[in-house]
């Protein structure tokens, strides 16, 4: 297994020689960008739905006890879901720093870090 591929110098130069080595064999690659060889079989996977999130935040915030969370509501959770771009360890980020600063200054720097530029 490979993770984060995008992170690595020269990647294509590495999956090539992976190739060579492996033949036929496989090798599990991920990578938040498409970087792999057409011989790839790849698959795309995206964000939970907005309804999804809603649920998965409910969840989280009943298992951290998040009070700030727990008391946010659907326009909240929904505001998380777009700055995470529906995935689920950034939300879970978001709610963790909620346990500590008001939502509005949590999604405010992830606004500022450019965090949907990535």
Do not use: C
């Amino acid at each position: 297994m490979l993770d984060n591929l995008e992170t690595v110098p020269e990647r294509d130069a590495l999956i090539g020689a992976l190739l060579q080595i492996l033949g036929w064999g496989k090798i599990l690659v991920t990578s938040r960008y498409s970087v792999l060889p057409s011989r790839a079989f790849t698959l795309e996977l995206e964000g939970l739905s907005p309804q999804d999130a809603v649920t998965f935040l409910t969840w989280t915030a009943q298992r951290q006890n998040n009070k700030n969370l727990l008391s946010a509501g659907l326009d909240v959770m929904a505001r998380i879901h777009d700055a995470a771009g529906g995935a689920p360890l950034a939300m879970q980020l978001i709610s963790g720093q909620m346990e500590y600063q008001p939502v509005e200054q949590v999604l405010r720097l992830i606004r500022e870090a450019g965090f949907n530029d990535l």
